[in-house]
């Protein structure tokens, strides 16, 4: 079992930075690859990145690419999500969430536990 909460959301002007927090409690966060995904209201959840939990490979939605970077701390059992240079269209209620069985996905149905989310709103 592994419980989330997530931090650092707020609302910022385009262009600006923030950096959200997914702290876990729980066992063996270093077994679980970690993600976050993103939910605007009337949207489907989609995913906006992902970092293994070994060798820590990252992978991004093509509109976050070059813009967001995920990392991890395993000795704080937390992952992060820098978001820089951010848009109105990134407003969103951000959930990270945790895979146990290590499958590198970008798939929602792949995570098993979720976090409550943090919201994010971008003003133009």
């Known amino acids: 079992q592994l419980q989330l909460v997530e931090s650092g959301g707020g609302l910022v002007q385009a262009g600006d930075s923030l950096r959200l927090s997914c702290a876990a409690s729980g066992r063996a966060f270093s077994l679980y690859d970690m993600a976050w995904f993103r939910q605007a209201p009337g949207e489907e959840r989609e995913f906006v990145a992902a970092?293994?939990?070994?060798?820590?490979?990252?992978n991004y939605a093509d509109s976050v690419k070059g813009r967001f970077t995920i990392s991890r701390d395993n000795a704080r059992n937390t992952v992060y999500l820098q978001m820089n240079s951010l848009k109105p269209e990134d407003t969103a209620v951000y959930l990270c969430a945790a895979d146990p069985l290590g499958r590198g996905s970008m798939g929602r149905l792949a995570y098993k536990y979720w976090g409550q989310g943090t919201q994010v709103t971008v003003s133009s």
């Open positions: 970092i293994t939990r070994n060798t820590m490979i990252t």
